[in-house]
């Protein structure tokens, strides 16, 4: 996303679709979709204030988000500021008896990432400071409950349940996924299908075996400590795993700058890194998930592999998955799709099944400049322009880079911010 003429004008739409969305100190992901804070978007959609000059906006995202966390240290993946009849499961099918009420699960730790970057870009030195130390206990207590009540047989972040990647649907999960009991006495009250065709939707089976999760673990009474053996769906996720290892990296590299001691991040960093690594599968040239139930590698080739580039991978490896998103550029004109498009898994337009999406785009970009490959990461980042151009989707058909899913939303318009800062002359 190089400088363009048409930068000011991209700009002023995206910051028009933060406002929109802006609530009492927090930002939705897209109106009417999903009406509360979402845990890993906080993160995009704090660096979009920040890059909009708004920083009391970019730090009090974080704060509304971590003024949610649990005791153990985990920070909910949904937390339900509002009553909203337009969103389900609502927090009466979660009752995890949470005040303000939330989930009883987790998403990766982008803000952590986000904070770091934050710090290093505030302008006022003094805000930034007290901001950065205020989150930081938090911070850092995330990561350890990761390590401490996540950690799999690899080393690396176990997710109970698929929303916890942040990739629903993914390829990824179909597997442990299918012995999973599907919940059959509840009435699904599902409004994403009205505002968003079912097409490009989790389907309805897919829904209650995410209900039957919940139900397990609302069972088990949200013991955090215990997540793993209390849900039927127990898998080491590469991309969590990945998310993890450069948020420790993250805080750790600022800490001295805050007068503040990184060596527990570092440690943190260093044993996700190590987790992530022993998900590599040297036949496959990919990092896969690993289900702790059947004790086998899962799935297909998918994003959560590829979000490993954002973790920093070695060149050996490096080079043989850009060698297949190559492969896979071939046939499909609009970067990066989010499962391989050769596997019968497939679907261009089914949310996690196959589109593109801004924050995968980002997260590779990132990581291919830190590699020092940072023509490939241009590339990625015009393509993607190429793509909000038209409107900031929540996902894009990789084969004709229509968007799809929800419109106007906040971390396709957030992240766009972002670019346009970082290579504004």
């Not at 998955?321 to 498009?341: G, I, K, N, Q």
Request: aromatic residues 10%.
């Amino acid at each position: 996303m190089g400088p363009h003429p048409g930068d000011d004008e991209l700009r002023r739409r995206a910051l028009d679709v933060l406002v929109r969305n802006h609530r009492d100190g927090y930002t939705v992901p897209a109106l009417g979709l999903y009406p509360y804070q979402w845990c890993w978007d906080s993160g995009p959609i704090a660096l979009g204030w920040a890059a909009a000059g708004r920083w009391d906006d970019a730090w009090g995202e974080l704060a509304r988000l971590f003024s949610a966390q649990w005791e153990s240290g985990m920070v909910p993946h949904i937390v339900f500021w509002h009553e909203d009849d337009g969103y389900f499961p609502g927090p009466d099918v979660w009752a995890t008896g949470h005040t303000p009420p939330t989930t009883g699960l987790t998403q990766p730790p982008l803000p952590v990432s986000a904070a770091a970057r934050l710090f290093t870009g505030d302008p006022d030195r003094a805000r930034a400071s007290a901001a950065f130390r205020s989150l930081w206990p938090g911070l850092v207590a995330w990561l350890s409950w990761i390590e401490r009540a996540r950690r799999g047989p690899h080393g690396a972040v176990v997710i109970v349940h698929p929303w916890e990647s942040g990739m629903d649907n993914s390829p990824s999960w179909d597997e442990p996924l299918a012995p999973v009991p599907a919940v059959t006495h509840k009435r699904i009250e599902r409004r994403d299908v009205a505002t968003v065709s079912a097409r490009q939707r989790p389907s309805q089976h897919e829904y209650r075996q995410y209900l039957g999760i919940v139900d397990a673990l609302r069972a088990a009474r949200w013991d955090t400590e215990r997540q793993p053996a209390d849900s039927p769906f127990a898998v080491e996720d590469p991309a969590f795993t990945a998310i993890t290892a450069r948020a420790g990296a993250d805080l750790a590299s600022v800490a001295d700058a805050a007068g503040l001691d990184g060596q527990e991040p570092a440690r943190l960093a260093a044993a996700a890194h190590a987790g992530l690594e022993a998900l590599w599968d040297e036949e496959l040239g990919w990092y896969r998930p690993y289900d702790t139930r059947a004790r086998r590698p899962v799935g297909p080739v998918t994003s959560t592999g590829m979000v490993a580039l954002w973790a920093g991978v070695g060149p050996a490896r490096l080079s043989r998955m850009l060698a297949r998103l190559d492969v896979w550029a071939e046939s499909l004109p609009c970067p990066l799709a989010t499962s391989d498009p050769g596997d019968p898994s497939f679907d261009p337009i089914r949310y996690w099944r196959g589109p593109a999406w801004v924050l995968v785009n980002w997260l590779v970009a990132d990581g291919l400049a830190g590699a020092g490959l940072a023509d490939r990461a241009s590339t990625l980042r015009a393509a993607t322009r190429a793509l909000v151009e038209q409107g900031f989707s929540e996902y894009y058909d990789p084969r004709s880079g229509a968007g799809i899913g929800g419109q106007g939303f906040s971390w396709s318009a957030a992240l766009t911010l972002a670019w346009l800062t970082e290579e504004r002359p």
